[in-house]
């Protein structure tokens, strides 16, 4: 029996901020020599499979699908051949969003969960392994089938680390194998051959080279084994191998020596491209188990791929916002009957609704009908007091809506809930999501409140817009301020952000004390290029085009754009024809001021701000918080858009205007960056990108910037949170947190909430010395009628004393109940009978089978994944489902996919590819009757006869018999009829 050694707590805690021991492929970068890490893997694998769905949806289309399946498949490339044909304006900024959140999600397992040996799939836990990746998958199709999908990309993420550290961490290739072992995700199989716990696997390594330190034997029987891994004992079973590095204690220890393939400089660095390339492939195959049980519209929207934003609104249905509700009414509707069955029609319609106590709840779907329905059950009631439940309206909003949403926010009353308003911009800076707010002016509704027997409602006063208008700045979207009256003219703006690929080219937030100028560059990429300015001042304005021409803020039609102002608000689009290089535009305000400039481009990016440790190889993990002030940040960038993109500077600009700090790139390949800025200054900033295109219409390369929307900020306090698990319904479930300082001593306000209102319990305060550190924990138990699936946003945050600084930690996570039904759907065929001719367009051939669920709970669902023939099902009310599939001859093969209610997949597939084709234009007709397995991988054999009956062999003549069996025998042996594929 191995002896444990138990680190203080504390100490762990330390070892894994300091470092993630690195006991798996690296999770982001690469230290050289050609290595691929978890990032390469599992953006590969996303990426091949989305390529893999998308042909197959082109090819059931008849369309082509050219784009060749391999490493260079970019986010950009893979978003423009999906949807070719389509719209010039193609973003590709939700689809590398997703994947940069699943492979984040994948790095993180290394510093969570660290010294977990199933998780790495260490010490020979095949079976714990196994059971961590089953489960974070069924995870993962539970939360897509109720539409939670940022929580699915973290069950994948996590799923993924898992069954790709199989291939580094095991001897799976050093056995000779080239496909992945696909027992890892088909719990209904039974794992065998493995290495016992008394059964030797290794050698010492001789002279530091351990190429061949695994037994013989064990190769030559094909035993499995992993290597042992301990950052604080050297003690192992005898003769097991050792994971390696300068981290396992273990390895010291005979048999000396490793056996990981985590890059090409470890103990099997030399098996490393082989483990990293069967790691991409079985990645994929849990894809294709996850495509299969959801389908493919919404794998494609899991995996982010999409052509169209979202139209998000949040309303308050309060007594006075009749006006209100009728024009989002008229807006969306408008949106819905133009846009409807182009590449531009919304992706996803969201609606969250509130009141006085009540809002919510939200609704999520991606038909428009339906989301007619749901906008037009609403009516203006209630609202007692005035003041409304307004932010909690937007944090569902925020959470519920996919990330870079805009937000449209309706009403005129202030915030009762104001207290929120530190979560919401927590929610802001982490989701990158605009909140535009419509404001009204109620009073001229105050009759309409007395006859309802409510209060007379009152103009919003300046401080209670003042929280709008923060909210709205820190987002990069617009509070704009207008009369129920000309609220039609202002929600033009609605109209201009549901469009494709709507980039930002300037924004800026100004207290002025003086007119200032801005500039903005247009490249050839961008089209529909808008100015919004906003401020209660109504500012001045005069626009500059790059050859010199001119217009001031008073014509409204002009040289360079037409000008509508209503409210607060002045809207111009500019006539950009021709017109590419800088602008400038002046503005004089007596007050504060916003100024934003947007248009249509393929091209944009993303960035998220990643935290080193140490470790033996240095690397990255997702900060989930804001960054430190006075201190060096590292960002991941991705930018898409072009093939031939330059990227030159990444500089952060301080809202104020002034201290713009420029940031070290690290080109990291296939358009992503690794950008450090060296110190952090106080005080709001967003980021300004800027590079060079090629082969755009002039012949040298043309530059081009954009600038990210949402403000960020610095903090002197640190805000931790770690989340390594799923909430089951009915459990109780803790998050521990730390909250550290480098400044200011005394006692940390904690505020703790979720999204989904369940119970939960946490410190109101902590106390922290100067320069110090306090630890605490989040209790939360979900319902136990918590649909399985649902996802929950925690936001915990610190403020320090006197409120003069704070931060936040916000970690999602999946309700999800433990799933122990694996057994796979199983097909019986009862009948295939063919119709053909020599045209095929003449005849038909139907297939009758029937579907079971292994143990009894029932087939979900039915899909045809391949064919172009129609079915039609029947329950019988036993766990039994009868399908009936009818196509024409010219279409030879179908393959139906059936799910459980467990989500579990199979594929029965039948084919006339091989029939005997009659040498008359006479009909054909052949039945075939046979039982297949869909978990037994068989092809089944058919039993056709002349005229569709089964005569018996005893009442029948030796010359008929010889005939029967001469028929029977050509098919069998030319062409089999059946085959089922699980």
């Known amino acids: 029996m191995l002896s444990e050694v138990t680190a203080p707590a504390s100490l762990l805690w330390a070892v894994l901020l300091i470092s993630p021991l690195t006991e798996a492929f690296k999770p982001l970068l690469s230290p050289g020599g050609g290595s691929l890490t978890h990032r390469d893997i599992t953006q590969r694998a996303i990426f091949r499979k989305t390529a893999q769905v998308c042909r197959a949806m082109a090819t059931a289309q008849g369309q082509d699908f050219t784009l060749a399946i391999d490493d260079k498949l970019t986010a950009y490339t893979l978003q423009r051949a999906c949807f070719s044909g389509g719209s010039s304006f193609l973003s590709a900024l939700a689809f590398q969003t997703a994947v940069t959140k699943t492979y984040l999600s994948n790095a993180a397992v290394d510093v969570l969960l660290a010294l977990s040996a199933p998780h790495h799939f260490d010490d020979e836990t095949f079976a714990e392994g196994r059971e961590v990746v089953t489960q974070a998958a069924a995870a993962a199709k539970a939360a897509v089938k109720h539409g939670s999908f940022i929580s699915a990309r973290i069950s994948l993420g996590s799923a993924c680390h898992t069954l790709q550290d199989f291939y580094s961490h095991s001897n799976w290739i050093e056995m000779g194998n080239r496909v992945p072992f696909s027992k890892l995700i088909r719990p209904d ?88 390339e069967v790691a991409i492939n079985a990645t994929m195959e849990l894809l294709e188990d996850i495509r299969l049980a959801t389908g493919d519209k919404d794998f494609l929207r899991l995996v982010g791929i999409s052509q169209s934003s979202v139209l998000c609104f949040v309303i308050d249905t309060t007594g006075s916002m009749a006006d209100d509700i009728a024009e989002a009414k008229r807006v969306s509707f408008s949106i819905i009957n133009l846009k409807r069955g182009t590449q531009e029609e919304p992706s996803e319609y969201i609606l969250v609704p509130f009141n006085d106590p009540g809002f919510g709840p939200l609704v999520r779907t991606t038909d428009a009908d339906v989301f007619k329905q749901e906008i037009n059950k609403l009516s203006a009631a209630g609202g007692g007091d005035i003041p409304e439940m307004c932010l909690s309206g937007l944090l569902l909003a925020l959470t519920g809506a996919p990330p870079s949403s805009d937000i449209f926010v309706f009403t005129d009353a202030a915030a009762k809930d104001a207290e929120l308003k530190s979560t919401v911009t927590a929610l802001i800076e982490s989701t990158k999501s605009k ?87 247009l490249d050839e990429t961008v089209s529909n290029v ?6 209660s001042s109504s500012p001045t304005f005069t ?131 690794l950008v450090t800025i060296e ?19 002039r012949s040298s390369p043309a530059l081009f910037q954009r600038q990210s929307s949402t403000q960020l900020r610095a903090s002197s306090v640190a805000v931790t949170a770690s989340v390594n698990s799923t909430l089951e319904p009915g459990a109780t479930f803790t998050v521990p947190f730390t909250v550290e300082t480098n400044t200011t001593a005394g006692s940390y306000t904690i505020r703790a909430r979720n999204d989904r209102g369940f119970s939960s319990s946490s410190p109101s305060n902590l106390m922290l010395e100067a320069g110090g550190r306090a630890e605490g924990t989040v209790t939360l138990t979900a319902p ?18 006197g409120a003069i600084d704070s931060n936040y930690a916000v970690v999602s996570f999946v309700v999800a109940s433990k799933v122990t039904d694996f057994t796979r759907p199983v097909c019986q065929i009862v009948s295939i009978t063919a119709n053909c001719t020599l045209d095929c367009s003449l005849g038909t051939w139907q297939l009758s089978a029937n579907l079971s669920d292994g143990n009894g709970t029932g087939i979900a669902s039915v899909m045809v994944q391949t064919g172009s023939g129609t079915i039609s099902t029947t329950s019988s009310g036993v766990g039994l489902t009868a399908v009936l599939y009818n196509a024409s001859c010219c279409s030879l093969e179908v393959e139906l996919v059936m799910v459980d209610n467990a989500a579990n997949a199979a594929i029965c597939s039948a084919s006339i590819r091989n029939l005997p084709s009659p040498t008359t234009a006479q009909p054909m007709t052949t039945t ?49 009829l059946l085959y089922l594929q699980a």
């Open 189 to 276: 199989m039974s794992l065998d051959n493995l290495a016992g716990p008394e059964r030797a696997t290794c050698r010492n390594c001789t002279g530091g080279n351990c190429t061949n330190n695994v037994l013989p034997d064990i190769l030559q029987e094909q035993k499995l084994t992993s290597g042992y891994f301990s950052l604080f004992s050297s003690a192992k079973p005898a003769g097991k191998c050792s994971h390696g590095g300068s981290f396992d204690r273990t390895s010291g220890q005979d048999p000396v020596g490793g056996i990981n393939k985590d890059d090409t400089s470890e103990s099997h660095g030399h098996l490393h491209l082989r483990a990293a």
């Open 435 to 521: 909140v535009t707010f419509m404001l009204t002016d109620p009073t001229r509704s105050a009759r309409r409140h007395q006859r309802s027997g409510s209060p007379a409602s009152r103009a919003l006063s300046d401080a209670e817009t003042q929280l709008y208008r923060d909210l709205a700045q820190a987002s990069g979207g617009q509070a704009i301020e207008v009369s129920k009256s000309s609220l039609p003219d202002a929600t033009v703006v609605i109209q201009d952000a549901s469009t494709s690929a709507l980039v930002t080219l300037l924004q800026a937030v100004r207290t002025p004390v003086r007119a200032e100028n801005f500039t903005f560059l």
């Open 530 to 535: 808008t100015v919004y300015i906003t401020g």
């Open 543 to 673: 626009l500059y085009s790059p050859t010199g021409e001119s217009q001031d803020h008073s014509v409204a039609e002009g040289p360079l754009g037409t000008i509508q102002s209503v409210g607060n608000l002045q809207r111009v689009q500019l006539n950009t024809h021709n017109r590419t290089g800088l602008w400038d535009i002046t503005i004089n305000s007596a007050a504060t001021f916003t100024v934003k400039v947007t248009g249509q481009s393929s091209i944009n990016f993303l960035f998220n701000f990643v935290e080193a440790f140490d470790g033996a190889h240095g690397d990255f993990s997702l900060k989930q918080s804001r960054p430190s002030i006075g201190k060096s940040a590292t960002l991941l960038m991705s930018v898409t858009g072009s093939d031939s993109l330059k990227v030159s500077e990444l500089a952060l600009v301080p809202v104020s205007g002034s201290g713009v700090r420029n940031g070290t790139l690290e080109d990291l390949g296939g358009g992503d960056f």
């Open 679 to 697: 110190e952090l200054p106080a005080g709001d900033f967003n980021f300004l990108l800027k590079g060079e295109i090629s082969g755009v219409s």
């Open 784 to 801: 136990s009628d918590t649909p399985s699936g649902t996802d929950v946003t925690l936001t915990i945050e610190a403020e320090a004393p």
């Open 928 to 976: 075939a009757n046979a039982t297949a397995n869909a978990t037994a991988n068989a092809n089944a054999t058919a039993n056709p006869t002349a005229n569709g009956t089964v005569t018996p062999a005893s009442t029948t003549s030796s010359g008929q018999l010889c005939s029967y069996v001469s028929l029977w025998l050509w098919i069998a042996v030319m062409s089999p």
